[in-house]
């Protein structure tokens, strides 16, 4: 069977465009199922891509490459080659997938497509006509302003709408966005109509609404269709902040997993709340005409009404995407859930469905994938160990089995369902109450599982986690691919246990994994081996127990130290601070005042989870801290790099020091360790920070780097460099090797050594496999990584 993904497109939505399409090909694609990719740039030109690209963290990483690695095809041709398959798939998400655009020129070449037509998406997906039609249709809906760009009396329309609803907090949001872009919290008349400016001034919209804000619970709903083509309501999601009751479900909630969001699946609403919000679903679904499946957002008010506040004719696709959350607790695979939507366009389109399910061999290695723990990384290795054990579910060799290693050092076995939530506190929380859990809502999901016409009870599709100790965890593992990161699983504990057991696992051995969970010592290391062309930036360890004992003048007196050692010739007079034994920008900052180094003080010995936005320099946004203070901190030269950027699709250089931040990975044995193609890493601040790391759709990296910027002889210079680091300190399997990189001499100031290194859906090392000749793909890459075992 042949189908065509359409993905990217005009919106700021396009990376989690990228991310879906990722997802649906990795699912989709098979010996039975041919998957053709179609993506559109912010311009709508349109580019068969190949698969490669699909594993980029944003478009930005790519578009400048579309010239070499793509083909761009007139309309003519694009029509030609959609019209030659037998389906599309649009995951277009905004302005132009969503809003019927892109829809109207499927139905007028005639292609049958997934998903609503051109009418119900326009309807639906512009959220001011959405409310008029709930509202004439007796649906409960809020007050509401529209503010249009043209209109000239904002002021006065607003405020004589605040007086109206006798609030002053309202929420402010595009008419046709989605992914929470461009949403704001607002209190007050000038802060509303600040809010209102910036939608218009970023050009997110030229209509804004603004409606009062909610103080309720939020959730959303997923609705896909039975045989008959009814529409059936999926399993609810709750969404709990639990940072304040003014804060809103933003992009950055939505996409970066924190312990700040928590999603209840199903919500924690009486049974007859849940019943009535899939009945309302389900009747928004019929109101709009829609097709195949669709998403709402909503809202349980105090008084227990129900609003509907956002309808998504897409709906994100994210392999821990509320889609394939709902779908897996009614017992679907990732897999099961994408080949309904296409059975359920098929059928509507009287297309013979020919993609079913291959079967995979039956003699597979078991694999245990261990992820989780309680460091700053939790989150990150979350996502790394679902993303391995997914990946993994499509390998011919292996057979995976996801574990998880909870704040209390109990590893559980998970069901499907259980690992698809974004944090440790979430997966922890639902595996110690899973069997009231299952019996609370055995009843709904029986009625969605008939509805749908699946077969067997929910409750054994979802099946129940199961408990034990790490030794017991041990005493049954026959192979452990190690995603923990951080603590446990870098500080060479994991690596003693499983070794002392026999039992073979990913990564370096415990030596090696100790020295490069500590940066200093890490330093000390690579300095010792005198590899020309190679050396660490300069750093200062200060302990927590000292820092305890500093006062005002102390902290002044410190601060005056760190730029004498440091930063004295350095014209920034700025230091880089960060936790001895933590990575994935877990409490990284940078310091440019003696103020920034006390409020970065009070954190740490505040146990502060986090500090907000702006609160160490205007540049920096919030900086996650490790759940642990340790035992010190470390202090580091902060090294002025070139300006290096991606604008309209091409990138900007700007020389300034010669230098620019590259990472790199190594894979293979021990002492035969090769390196990839490096990739420079681009920033939008200081430093590297979480969501540019981890955040989908967020952060750019180029890979390779380009040679008109960085000659071939450099680039092999500093692989050969970095492999001669890591075949010296002994790393095994796979390591990430962060540095500075001199773009003329190839010379190498290297940062630190990442011995389990993230391995999440879109992770810079994919980037640098598929930059291979050939390329080597996720699922292979990870095969590789279990070749070279430590025992």
């Known amino acids: 069977m042949k189908i065509a993904l359409l993905f990217g497109g005009p919106s700021l939505e396009r990376g989690i465009s990228l991310n879906s399409a990722r997802s649906l090909f990795d699912h989709l694609q098979g010996d039975q199922v041919e998957v053709s990719l179609f993506y559109f740039d912010v311009r709508k030109n349109v580019f068969r891509v190949p698969r490669s690209q699909l594993y980029s963290n944003t478009p930005s990483d790519f578009d400048f490459k579309l010239p070499k690695v793509a083909r761009q095809l007139s309309t003519e041709e694009l029509t030609s080659e959609l019209r030659a398959l037998d389906i599309v798939f649009p995951v277009i998400h905004g302005i132009f997938g969503e809003d019927g655009e892109l829809q109207r020129y499927l139905e007028e070449i005639g292609v049958p497509f997934v998903g609503s037509g051109s009418s119900s998406c326009r309807r639906a997906f512009d959220k001011h006509s959405a409310q008029i039609a709930l509202g004439e249709a007796g649906f409960t809906t809020l007050p509401s302003l529209l503010i249009q760009e043209s209109v000239s009396d904002r002021r006065g329309r607003v405020l004589e709408f605040l007086d109206s609803i006798n609030a002053q907090q309202v929420i402010v949001k595009p008419c046709r966005s989605g992914s929470s872009i461009g949403v704001f919290a607002a209190t007050g008349l000038n802060e509303t109509l600040g809010s209102v400016e910036k939608i218009f001034d970023k050009k997110i919209d030229t209509r804004v609404l603004i409606e009062p804000f909610?103080?309720?619970?939020?959730?959303?709903?997923?609705?896909?269709?039975?045989?008959?083509?009814?529409?059936?309501?999926?399993?609810?999601?709750?969404?709990?902040?639990?940072?304040?009751?003014?804060?809103?479900?933003?992009?950055?909630?939505?996409?970066?997993?924190?312990?700040?969001?928590?999603?209840?699946?199903?919500?924690?609403?009486?049974?007859?709340?849940?019943?009535?919000?899939?009945?309302?679903?389900?009747?928004?679904?019929?109101?709009?005409?829609?097709?195949?499946?669709?998403?709402?957002?909503?809202?349980?008010?105090?008084?227990?009404?129900?609003?509907?506040?956002?309808?998504?004719?897409?709906?994100?696709?994210?392999?821990?995407?509320?889609?394939?959350?709902?779908?897996?607790?009614?017992?679907?695979?990732?897999?099961?859930?994408?080949?309904?939507?296409?059975?359920?366009?098929?059928?509507?389109?009287?297309?013979?469905?020919?993609?079913?399910?291959?079967?995979?061999?039956?003699?597979?290695?078991?694999?245990?994938?261990?992820?989780?723990?309680?460091?700053?990384?939790?989150?990150?290795?979350?996502?790394?160990?679902?993303?391995?054990?997914?990946?993994?579910?499509?390998?011919?060799?292996?057979?995976?089995?996801?574990?998880?290693?909870?704040?209390?050092?109990?590893?559980?076995?998970?069901?499907?369902?259980?690992?698809?939530?974004?944090?440790?506190?979430?997966?922890?929380?639902?595996?110690?109450?899973?069997?009231?859990?299952?019996?609370?809502?055995?009843?709904?999901?029986?009625?969605?599982?008939?509805?749908?016409?699946?077969?067997?009870?929910?409750?054994?599709?979802?099946?129940?986690?199961?408990?034990?100790?790490?030794?017991?965890?041990?005493?049954?593992?026959?192979?452990?691919?190690?995603?923990?990161?951080?603590?446990?699983?870098?500080?060479?504990?994991?690596?003693?246990?499983?070794?002392?057991?026999?039992?073979?696992?990913?990564?370096?051995?415990?030596?090696?994994?100790?020295?490069?969970?500590?940066?200093?010592?890490?330093?000390?290391?690579?300095?010792?081996?005198?590899?020309?062309?190679?050396?660490?930036?300069?750093?200062?360890?200060?302990?927590?127990?000292?820092?305890?004992?500093?006062?005002?003048?102390?902290?002044?007196?410190?601060?005056?130290?760190?730029?004498?050692?440091?930063?004295?010739?350095?014209?920034?007079?700025?230091?880089?601070?960060?936790?001895?034994?933590?990575?994935?920008?877990?409490?990284?900052?940078?310091?440019?005042?003696?103020?920034?180094?006390?409020?970065?003080?009070?954190?740490?010995?505040?146990?502060?989870?986090?500090?907000?936005?702006?609160?160490?320099?205007?540049?920096?946004?919030?900086?996650?801290?490790?759940?642990?203070?340790?035992?010190?901190?470390?202090?580091?030269?902060?090294?002025?790099?070139?300006?290096?950027?991606?604008?309209?699709?091409?990138?900007?250089?700007?020389?300034?020091?010669?230098?620019?931040e590259i990472t790199m990975a190594l894979i293979g044995a021990t002492g035969k360790m090769q390196a990839l193609n490096p990739s420079i890493t681009l920033k939008s601040g200081a430093i590297l920070s979480l969501e540019e790391k981890f955040q989908g759709g967020t952060g750019v990296n180029i890979t390779p780097p380009p040679d008109q910027f960085i000659s071939l002889p450099v680039v092999e210079t500093a692989k050969k460099r970095t492999a001669s680091v890591g075949n010296a300190l002994g790393f095994n399997g796979f390591v990430r090797i962060d540095a500075f990189l001199h773009v003329d001499t190839g010379d190498l100031c290297i940062i630190e050594a990442n011995t389990i290194p993230a391995l999440t859906p879109s992770t810079v090392i994919y980037h640098q496999a598929l930059a291979e000749d050939p390329p080597i793909y996720p699922t292979e890459l990870l095969e590789k990584i279990l070749d070279y075992l430590e025992v």
Not at 385 to 399: F, H, I, P
Not at 432 to 447: Q, Y
Request: net charge negative; hydrophobic share 35%.
């Open 214 to 660: 909610c103080t309720g619970t939020e959730f959303t709903v997923l609705v896909l269709e039975g045989t008959n083509g009814n529409p059936i309501a999926l399993m609810p999601t709750g969404i709990e902040i639990a940072t304040g009751s003014d804060e809103i479900f933003d992009y950055r909630k939505k996409y970066l997993a924190t312990q700040h969001t928590f999603y209840h699946t199903p919500p924690r609403f009486p049974d007859e709340i849940v019943s009535d919000i899939r009945m309302k679903a389900q009747r928004i679904y019929q109101l709009f005409g829609m097709c195949d499946f669709a998403r709402f957002d909503g809202w349980l008010l105090p008084d227990n009404s129900i609003v509907f506040s956002d309808m998504n004719p897409i709906s994100g696709m994210e392999q821990n995407s509320f889609f394939f959350i709902q779908s897996a607790q009614i017992g679907m695979s990732h897999r099961d859930a994408v080949r309904h939507l296409l059975q359920t366009a098929c059928r509507r389109h009287k297309i013979k469905f020919t993609g079913n399910d291959e079967k995979r061999s039956s003699d597979r290695t078991p694999v245990q994938v261990i992820f989780g723990g309680d460091t700053a990384e939790r989150q990150v290795s979350v996502l790394s160990g679902t993303n391995v054990w997914l990946k993994l579910l499509e390998s011919d060799r292996y057979e995976p089995t996801p574990f998880f290693l909870d704040k209390n050092g109990y590893v559980w076995e998970l069901p499907y369902s259980l690992t698809l939530y974004h944090t440790t506190e979430e997966i922890q929380s639902l595996c110690e109450r899973a069997s009231t859990r299952i019996l609370e809502s055995t009843a709904c999901r029986d009625v969605i599982c008939d509805a749908l016409g699946m077969e067997g009870s929910c409750e054994e599709n979802e099946g129940q986690p199961r408990r034990m100790t790490m030794n017991e965890f041990v005493a049954e593992a026959s192979l452990v691919f190690i995603a923990l990161h951080g603590g446990i699983g870098e500080n060479g504990k994991i690596q003693e246990i499983l070794r002392a057991a026999n039992v073979p696992f990913t990564g370096s051995g415990p030596e090696t994994s100790r020295l490069g969970m500590d940066k200093a010592k890490t330093a000390d290391a690579i300095i010792a081996l005198g590899i020309e062309g190679v050396y660490t930036a300069r750093k200062k360890t200060v302990s927590i127990s000292e820092l305890e004992r500093l006062d005002l003048h102390g902290q002044a007196s410190l601060w005056k130290q760190l730029i004498k050692e440091l930063a004295l010739n350095n014209e920034s007079q700025s230091v880089i601070v960060k936790p001895v034994g933590e990575g994935c920008s877990a409490g990284i900052a940078r310091l440019n005042s003696v103020d920034g180094l006390a409020r970065y003080i009070s954190a740490v010995l505040n146990d502060e989870p986090h500090i907000p936005a702006g609160d160490m320099t205007s540049e920096q946004g919030i900086i996650e801290m490790p759940p642990h203070r340790g035992e010190a901190l470390l202090f580091e030269e902060f090294v002025i790099t070139d300006n290096v950027g991606i604008v309209n699709g091409e990138i900007q250089w700007e020389r300034v020091s010669g230098i620019i």
